[in-house]
């Protein structure tokens, strides 16, 4: 099975995204109405080109979840979230910009409710592709240690 178990992560660790995404604007358009968030700032270039940024900035919970998704392998693919905290957005992110990620392990524990079971905390970082970084957060979740790990077929058997 993919991913990690609990005994797999260790304070200090760093990870980085296998692949990198670009972002278009289509998407961030789509994303934003999706959500019915109706700030400009994502969806009108017109309006966009008068701000300080030129032209529409990627909505950033677009850019939360792309690079939540891109570190899944990493941290939680075995596993389920249990929160996102000190969210920062230090640069904007604009459509046709290719976001990667990185997470840095800051806490590990078992938990007290789920035997077997533990949380895991984590530094993330989504990187645009000439270095600056566009956020930076805090996600928090739980996996099981491999010996409790559920079975899972991912794969069907062939009838024929």
């Known amino acids: 099975m993919a991913g990690r178990y609990l005994e797999d992560f260790k304070v200090g660790d760093v990870a980085r995204s296998a692949i990198g995404r670009t972002i278009t604007q289509p998407e961030n358009i789509q994303f934003t ?3 019915n968030n109706t700030n400009e700032i994502h969806l009108n270039a017109d309006y966009a080109a008068k701000t300080e940024f030129g032209k529409p900035l990627v909505n950033s919970f ?4 792309v ?3 891109l570190m899944v392998p990493e941290t939680s693919q075995n ?12 640069n904007p992110l604009f459509g046709g910009d290719t976001v990667y990620a990185d997470s840095e392990v800051l806490e ?12 895991v ?3 993330q970082r989504g990187i645009k592709q000439d270095g600056t970084v566009v956020l930076v957060m ?18 069907p058997t062939p009838r024929d």
């Open 121 to 123: 905390k984590v530094r």
């Open 67 to 69: 690079v939540a998704g």
């Open 108 to 119: 590990v524990r078992e938990t007290r409710s789920r035997h077997g079971w533990g949380i």
């Open 79 to 90: 596993g389920f979230a249990l929160g996102v905290s000190d969210v920062t957005l230090p």
């Open 138 to 155: 805090t996600r928090t979740f739980m996996v099981p240690a491999r010996a409790n790990a559920p079975e899972r077929a991912h794969f």
């Open 62 to 65: 677009l850019t939360m979840a």
């Open 33 to 35: 109405l999706l959500t």
